[in-house]
């Protein structure tokens, strides 16, 4: 019965994809069955995941489970393998991905049934929701390299078609578009980052196996040997330029809130717990790389910690209550990343999976408003999710309200809430390794993060009713939430481990996680700097500043936005410019399109017109030329055949006179 | 006289006799071709032409003892077969669509 | 030795000629151009019939070719899978050393099951559009398929040539007849510009006859490589002007955008699919293995070439407003990743290093992933035409909505363009650039700049045509009929099942890629680097 589970890790694979092929080919006769399906079996695949789980803690000192599957690219030296891992790391984010992922399956069926949208198309939705946990299962089960970039574009598409699951609404097809273009301009770092590694270790790496991969480089590092071509910091930089792409990363970070424009599921699964953590998982599962380039690691903290401020700031001026969670995203993604370029490893990993938890929380939360909203007879996209258009929803949508602020709580880092945990240990990590800079611009982050996720709880659930009139009966005549259990059932699953997941790693730095993980950043810890765990005294008096931070910033929502409700307004009024700079997200949008899309574009049409008028040009150029002189010598074709006749008896004539005549004399 | 100017040891014809009637024949061919205005008779002279060259293949194919000139006119008097063939065929569809034989009438592809 | 059951049987012949058969045979059914009084003309659908039945039997003969070459070559333990079976060997014109040589190796037997299964397809889809000379036009398509897969087999180039040119005609009247409103100047541009580069190679032909004295293509493979050097520069740029036009090769690429658009569908599938392989073939065959110093001393100079076609084919894509246009555009993209890999491949040799088999492996995967996949796409915009009768990017919206399985269908062909790993595209794109990058990094990464541009042009076409707002036009249109869907899922699915277990297939190819990368670099290593100077590796 040993390893029972782990030898069995393709049905983890295999159930959603099979959920997928299901309901691609029969989904329109199953309807609404087709969910079921789809949610079911994900959650047979959470079960196996489960005893895969098991089977690792079982496993001495985390030793990793290798499973070969058969060879795919085979070519010369170079020779692939579809195989899968299993170790500490993937076994956290199994979990990650298949919990949220059944939650998040689950409260679809009932976010997409009552979708009052025209085209329902729940077979579609319910076909690419498995195959994106499939993609990403794949993602963080492959052992080498280019498998997991089969997964990581695979998540890619998954996550254009749902971004574009509205098709027909030009900004839903715009987002998606956008969210795969940002993608791939990551991806072409990646790519050319992986090559690059193959380049140089393909003697001793020809499978692009992680083990192999690691082993190569870390016989180069320890021998002190250069590489052959570029060094590890091109490298690691040029892979995480792919990480920026996939966890939206400053300046890459452009595509998630647009992504917003999917149904509200597909950002709470892809677009917050799971597919935007895998440039975190790709960064932290290639460790040993990212340690023997500290300069590569330097630039993984300062653009993790430009995120983070970035996002929060970005969050406190949006009124679409999914944006601000999306900016919200952004700027944990950069927390994230902030710890593993401080040397962190396990905060990050941490920090991934409580956030993965309260962020799909926080998300589903905000859909269960949103469709209240609809419920409520407000049925335009923008205007149902304007939180301007809301307030006082704690007494309509009392379970919403109390998982939401549960969440809002484990965002904002208050003791003893999940965020807290994870989100200190970042804080704690960078300072005590010694990056001030980094711990304190984080703190000042945190600060931001209280303050825009209480923005968000005052104005919504508390504050000035700002609901419709009509709309404002609905909700007061029925409980909205009560008609669907689908809708708040979800909630409360997530909202557990919102609360209590912090303890994972409780103390600091030795708690269980750490443990559990250490295998897998064994190199990292060993190459960097040592920290010592547990309560220590700088660590008790870091989490003691960071708590008064988070209430200072949840005051500072009360204050503006509870209480003296007029101050926003002063506030943009005094500051006009950096009110709109703050609204228009710091002009990202314009500088790309300006720039990147219109000068792209501008360079299309000169080449076009280049390749029209010069190569073709030259093509008909020629043509011209011939069929002028044609058209002169035409005018001897009298088309009188005896005149060619005697042209030829002529002809014949001259010629063998020269030929026997002239030219033997000489 | 040697090998190359008789065409053969039994008949004792000489060469050049072959080769004159092969060129007298190729000349009225060529002159018919170019002054007769019936297209049935150029077609004729054209003809008459090809068989002078096949006289000539066949005299030179004689002389020199080879097989190669009268596998040639092999060739040549199949080909010759064939284009009649065709050539009459080409002329009648001709003569349908506008009733003439004359060559200076048929200009249909002239601008 | 392992004994094919089919020795001594003319197999490739059959295939060959298996088409002009069928053709033979439909200029006697009878059929009635003319009864154009709202009924079905009659006739019509025997012709359409016996085509079709020849085609698919051609199918049938080709993949049982394939297989029985496998099971000689893989299950039997031989391990010399790049030598050619099925010979056919009869002396044709002895005096002048030509004969009749068929043979054909792995690379020709799965460019044989490409081209059988793409005129299969365009003869079906062509079932309802095409009323008007439908005899002629399966005749034609017919003969076409004769001439393709004689270039296939050939291994006399006297036999070669004959097919080569024979395939021309045919593909001109396609365009030329059944075409749209330029389809005229398009026709004669593709004929003339075709006929241009095949002559270059043609006096090619003549130079190895006189320097070896001999066409056999096998002969002339053994004694190319030791011909002058300068014999073999000047051979090999003769040759590569009319293979490098068929491909096309950046700067002689623009009959192609002209030729697709005014093509018919089925034109446009064989075109894409087959008929630009022949110029990849070519080098593979003909221009690398006979003279491989003059293939090394052009290396730089052709990858360089494939480098702007790549970019520069994707960059010209994204602003079309024909939708056939783009997809031409984006072919003159693909292919360069062909030329690409070919290239680098010789190159890297020529560096010394022996790891070319990357770049020669991932042009081949790309050869027979862009007959697919660009068939495909061909196929989805000849559906969209029959219903819009515009191929205009604008006249389109929404097209998602009425066709759904189209949608999917389209998207399936869009991403395995766009090189999304998982279908072929990515197998060979990633393998022909790694070996650029392992050739030269700045080749690589600027090759690499394809893979944004290719998920620009390809998704902005995607959203305007099936998503947004569904315009009236295409409101009412049909989802695809059991033709179309068919054959879309049969190309999709062959694509998907080479991007997911690529080593069958990788397993074929790779011992035709090792013995063309032996004979380069045994007879290329005194060739000079001329670009080592520009870029240091």
Not at chain 1, 254 to 269: F, I
Not at chain 3, 475 to 490: N, P, Q, T
């Amino acid at each position: 019965m040993q390893d029972f589970f782990l030898n069995i890790v393709w049905l983890v694979l295999l159930l959603p994809l099979l959920a997928a092929v299901i309901n691609l080919l029969f989904g329109r006769v199953l309807g609404a069955k087709a969910g079921w399906i789809a949610t079911g079996l994900v959650f047979l695949a959470f079960l196996v995941a489960v005893g895969v789980f098991i089977d690792v803690l079982n496993r001495p000192g985390g030793a990793p489970f290798e499973y070969d599957v058969y060879t795919w690219i085979p070519s010369g030296d170079f020779k692939v393998d579809i195989a899968f891992l299993v170790d500490p790391l993937t076994a956290v984010m199994l979990m990650v991905v298949l919990g949220v992922g059944s939650v998040v399956h689950l409260y679809s069926n009932g976010y997409m049934a009552d979708d009052d949208r025209p085209d329902k198309g729940i077979a579609r939705f319910f076909t690419f929701l498995p195959f994106f946990i499939f993609s990403m299962l794949i993602l963080v089960l492959s052992n080498n390299l280019l498998l997991l970039f089969v997964g990581w574009e695979a998540v890619g598409l998954s996550s254009y078609m749902l971004i574009g699951f509205w098709y027909n609404k030009k900004v839903a097809s715009d987002a998606a578009k956008k969210a795969f273009i940002v993608n791939r301009i990551g991806d072409f770092g990646f790519e050319l980052g992986i090559m690059l590694l193959f380049v140089n270790f393909s003697t001793m790496a020809t499978d692009l196996r992680y083990t192999d991969i690691f082993k190569a480089a870390t016989d180069m590092f320890n021998s002190n040997q250069p590489l052959l071509l570029g060094n590890m910091t091109i490298i690691c930089l040029l892979l995480f330029m792919g990480a920026m792409g996939k966890s939206a990363q400053f300046p890459l970070h452009v595509w998630l809130p647009d992504a917003m424009e999917g149904p509200t599921p597909v950002s709470a699964l892809i677009h917050a717990a799971t597919m935007v953590t895998a440039g975190v998982y790709m960064v932290a599962r290639l460790n040993p790389l990212f340690v023997m380039a500290p300069d590569a690691l330097l630039v993984v903290a300062i653009i993790g910690t430009t995120t983070a401020l970035l996002g929060a700031t970005i969050a406190l001026a949006q009124t679409d209550i999914k944006k601000v969670v999306a900016y919200s995203t952004i700027s944990q993604l950069g927390y994230m990343f902030a710890g593993l370029g401080v040397g962190a490893w396990v905060a990050a990993i941490f920090h991934l999976v409580t956030h993965a938890f309260f962020k799909g929380l926080l998300f589903l939360g905000s859909g269960s408003v949103i469709h209240g909203m609809h419920h409520a007879g407000i049925h335009d996209p923008v205007e149902s999710q304007d939180i301007r258009n809301m307030g006082q929803m704690r007494k309509r949508m009392p379970i919403t309200f109390w998982t939401f602020l549960v969440a809002s709580l484990a965002n904002a880092g208050i003791i003893p809430f999940a965020g807290f945990w994870s989100k200190d240990e970042i804080i704690g990590g960078s300072i005590l390794r010694g990056n001030w800079f980094v711990g304190g611009l984080l703190l000042f982050a945190a600060f931001l993060t209280a303050l825009y996720m209480f923005r968000l709880v005052f104005v919504v659930f508390f504050g000035k009713d700002n609901v419709p009139k009509e709309a404002a009966k609905v909700f007061d005549g029925e409980r909205v939430e009560r008609t669907m259990p689908l809708l708040w059932i979800p909630l409360v699953l997530l909202a557990i481990p919102a609360t209590i997941a912090g303890f994972l790693g409780f103390p600091p730095d030795m708690g269980w996680i750490h443990d559990f993980l250490s295998p897998v950043f064994a190199f990292a810890t060993e190459h960097g700097k040592e920290i010592e765990a547990g309560f220590t005294q700088p660590t008790v008096l870091i989490l003691v500043i960071s708590t008064m931070v988070a209430i200072i910033g949840i005051f500072a929502a009360w204050l503006a936005y509870f209480r003296q409700t007029d101050m926003p307004a002063t506030f943009s009024r005094l500051m006009p410019g950096l009110y709109n700079a703050l609204l228009r997200k710091w002009y990202f949008d314009e500088f790309y399109q300006k720039i990147v899309v219109d000068g792209g574009k501008a360079l299309a049409y000169g080449l076009w017109r280049f390749d029209q008028k010069v190569i073709d040009g030259a093509v008909n150029g020629v043509a011209g030329l011939m069929s002028r002189w044609g058209g002169r010598l035409r005018r001897l074709q009298t088309g009188f055949v005896q005149g060619y006749a005697l042209a030829i008896g002529v002809g014949v004539l001259a010629l063998v006179t020269y030929l026997f005549f002239i030219l033997p004399k000489g | 006289m040697d090998q190359v100017s008789t065409v053969s040891q039994t008949t004792g014809v000489p060469l050049a006799w072959f080769l004159a009637v092969g060129a007298i024949l190729f000349c009225l061919g060529f002159i018919g071709v170019l002054t007769r205005r019936n297209v049935l008779v150029v077609f004729m002279s054209a003809e008459l032409m090809m068989n002078a060259v096949n006289l000539t293949l066949i005299a030179f194919s004689a002389s020199l003892n080879s097989m190669a000139g009268q596998n040639f006119v092999v060739f040549v008097v199949t080909i010759a077969a064939a284009e009649a063939a065709v050539g009459l065929a080409i002329i009648i569809s001709m003569v349908r669509q506008k009733p003439t034989v004359d060559t200076t009438d048929m200009d249909l592809m002239q601008e | 030795m392992y004994q094919n059951m089919l020795d001594g049987f003319p197999i490739l012949s059959i295939m060959v000629f298996l088409p002009v058969l069928t053709a033979l045979v439909l200029l006697f059914v009878k059929y009635n151009e003319k009864a154009d009084d709202g009924t079905r003309k009659r006739g019509g659908d025997t012709i359409r019939w016996i085509a079709a039945g020849g085609a698919a039997i051609d199918l049938v003969i080709s993949v049982v070719a394939l297989v029985l070459y496998i099971g000689k070559y893989f299950n039997s333990g031989v391990a010399q899978a790049d030598s050619f079976d099925f010979q056919e060997y009869v002396p044709w014109l002895t005096d002048l050393k030509i004969s009749y040589h068929l043979g054909a190796d792995a690379l020709a037997l799965l460019l044989l099951v490409l081209t059988t299964l793409l005129t299969l397809i365009s003869i079906l889809v062509s079932w309802a559009p095409i009323q008007t000379r439908v005899r002629e036009f399966y005749i034609t398509i017919l003969i076409l398929q004769a001439g393709m897969m004689g270039v296939f087999v050939a291994l006399d180039f006297f036999v070669f040539y004959i097919f080569w040119e024979v395939m021309l005609v045919p593909m001109a009247l396609l365009i030329g007849i059944w075409g749209s409103s330029n389809r005229i100047y398009a026709a004669i541009k593709f004929f003339l510009y075709t006929l241009a580069g095949s002559l270059l190679m043609l006096v090619a032909i003549i130079a190895l006859y006189f320097n070896s004295g001999t066409l056999d293509i096998l002969a002339l493979q053994q004694q190319g490589p030791g011909m002058a050097h300068d014999l073999q520069n000047w051979v090999f740029l003769a040759f590569a002007a009319a293979f490098a036009v068929k491909v096309p090769m950046w700067p002689v690429h623009t009959w192609l955008p002209d030729a697709h658009v005014e093509a018919p569908v089925a034109g446009s599938i064989i075109l894409a699919g087959v008929l630009l392989k022949m110029g990849a073939y070519g080098f593979i065959r003909f221009a690398l293995p006979i003279t491989p110093a003059g293939a090394a001393t052009f290396a730089p100079i052709m990858v360089g070439l494939s480098v702007i076609a790549v970019i520069y084919g994707a960059m010209v894509s994204v602003v079309q407003p024909d939708l056939k246009k783009l997809v031409a555009y984006s072919s003159v993209s693909h292919m360069g990743f062909v030329t690409l890999g070919l290239f680098t491949g010789i190159w890297l040799n020529q560096l010394g290093y022996d790891a070319g088999t990357q770049g020669v492996d991932g042009a081949i995967i790309v050869m027979l992933s862009h007959g697919l996949l660009t068939g495909g796409l061909f196929l989805c915009v000849g559906v969209i035409y029959n219903r819009l009768h515009s191929r205009r990017i604008a006249d389109m919206g929404g097209m998602a909505k009425p066709m759904p399985r189209f949608a999917f269908l389209f998207g399936v062909m869009i991403f395995g363009s766009v090189g999304l790993p998982g279908f072929s595209g990515f197998i060979g794109e990633f393998l022909s650039m790694l070996g650029a990058f392992r050739a030269n990094w700045v080749v690589g990464a600027i090759t690499t700049l394809v893979i944004i541009v290719a998920a620009w042009y390809l998704l902005w076409m995607f959203q305007r045509v099936m998503f947004n707002k569904t315009v009236p036009a295409v409101r009412h249109f049909k989802d695809l009929d059991r033709i179309e869907m068919g054959s879309l899922i049969v190309l999709g699915a062959l694509s998907l099942f080479v991007g997911v277990w690529a080593a069958p297939l990788l397993d074929m190819i790779q011992p035709i890629s090792h013995a063309l990368l032996a004979t380069v670099s045994t007879a290329s290593a005194h060739v000079p680097d001329i670009f080592a100077m520009l870029f240091t590796h």
